[in-house]
């Protein structure tokens, strides 16, 4: 949303370590020119979840891990699927109530590398 990137970058402009991109995100992790792995990254999909494109791309900086706020928890599951194909595992899933007397539930997954067994 080009309203939240602008929001970002008034409240983000004097941290050097924050990069801020406006687009189809799958397109943006693709053509990235700066392949640098991540930290951390923060995943809050539209409803339809992420989709295995963004998450493989996601998966292809290597972060830390990844914090994915879901409001479809059948979206979540099948995002959690494709991570797991790419080698990363459920550490953490929490459920927040922020629409009582609604059926809406938001979830927050948080996915990590699945340890080395070696």
């Known amino acids: 949303d080009a309203r939240a990137v602008a929001d970002a970058r008034r ?18 992790l693709e053509e990235e020119d700066d392949p640098r792995p991540v930290d951390v ?4 999909p539209p409803r339809t979840g992420a989709r295995a494109g963004v998450v493989r791309a996601v998966v292809a900086r290597r972060p830390r891990a990844v914090a994915y706020v879901a409001c479809d928890p059948a979206a979540l ?12 595992v459920l550490a953490g899933l929490r459920g927040f109530d922020l629409f009582p007397s609604t ?8 996915l990590v590398p699945r340890a080395d067994p070696r």
């Open 77 to 88: 599951a099948r995002d959690v699927a494709v991570f797991a194909e790419e080698g990363y």
């Open 103 to 110: 059926h809406h539930l938001e979830a927050v997954a948080r």
């Open 11 to 28: 409240n983000l402009h004097d941290d050097p370590q924050v990069r801020l991109l406006h687009g189809p995100v799958q397109r943006l």
């Open 41 to 44: 990254v923060v995943l809050d």
